[in-house]
């Protein structure tokens, strides 16, 4: 059996897992989402043998499983980066894991740094598309057919549909959004003042080191994506600041209680 048909059977199992339409990947300092679900059932990484587990403050390395407005959603509370020395093939295991549980749509949240002076910290960022810059795909390797083509397409990556409900739910909740491209880059240094002015030059609006892998093994399974980067701070040298860890998880606190109205409002609709 595969590391994610076995992995799923495995959380199945745990979790008395029915038929959730929705998986959410939280972001550094987002785990406050989860105190909104009930029935909530956890299952710790480390209780699976090979499901990567995250070192990062701030990650707490948990699948939870409830439902938040009656409808069924898995919460995956701590993300692994690449950065900490997994593999892209990890990651996309982990989100088979999620395809073989009968996910259809996946939404990802993540801390990033601003490229752009018109983002401000404490800002939530609809992503609309991504640059990989990471030099990474989780899809090196044989292709498992069972789960995409070889040579998918990422046009529309970020289901465009979704992305206009999510704004729709914004403006009638009078909850201000921005749109825009997010970079991601291996990490974990933050990035020099020289990186985030060609970044930015690029074409990206926000710098980070997660969420790209996750959204290209996610799309080519054929999953939607939403994706949604808070804006804890400026990129190096922006606004002449430097950025920090701490600031980054104290603006994503700040952030997430409009984030979590935002998410509510969407599970109750779409999820
Ligand atoms: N760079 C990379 N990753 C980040 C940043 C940043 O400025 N802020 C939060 N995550």
Do not use: W
């Not at 989402?33 to 090979?50: E, P, Q, S």
């Not at 995409?148 to 403006?171: C, Q, V």
């Not at 990206?204 to 093994?217: K, Q, Y």
């Not at 998880?249 to 935002?262: G, P, Q, V, Y």
């Amino acid at each position: 059996m595969s590391v994610a048909k076995e992995a799923a059977a495995l959380i199945k199992e745990h979790l008395a897992i029915k038929s959730p339409k929705t998986a959410i990947i939280l972001g550094s300092g987002l785990g406050g989402f989860v105190a909104k679900l009930k029935d909530k059932k956890i299952f710790k990484y480390k209780d699976m043998g090979n499901f990567p587990e995250s070192s990062v403050e701030g990650h707490r390395g948990e699948l939870i499983y409830g439902t938040l407005e009656g409808k069924e959603i898995i919460c995956v509370n701590g993300r692994v980066h690449l950065y900490e020395g997994h593999s892209p093939t990890n990651i996309a295991e982990a989100i088979h894991s999620l395809k073989e549980l009968g996910v259809k749509q996946l939404i990802v949240t993540n801390a990033a740094g601003s490229l752009n002076k018109k983002i401000a910290p404490g800002s939530l960022m609809l992503i609309t598309d991504h640059i990989n810059f990471s030099g990474r795909n989780p899809l090196v390797g044989k292709n498992d057919d069972d789960y995409g083509t070889r040579f998918p397409s990422l046009n529309d990556a970020y289901t465009p549909r979704l992305l206009e409900k999510m704004k729709e739910i914004a403006k009638r909740k009078k909850i201000k959004v921005c749109e825009g491209v997010y970079f991601m880059v291996l990490g974990p240094n933050f990035e020099t003042a020289a990186e985030v002015r060609m970044f930015g030059q690029l074409g990206g609006d926000a710098v980070g080191c997660s969420t790209v892998p996750e959204v290209i093994a996610a799309k080519h399974c054929s999953m939607d994506v939403l994706g949604i980067s808070v804006i804890t701070n400026y990129g190096a040298g922006l606004m002449h600041n430097t950025p920090s860890h701490e600031e980054t998880l104290r603006e994503a606190a700040a952030a997430s209680d409009n984030l979590i109205k935002l998410l509510t409002a969407f599970i109750k609709e779409e999820g």
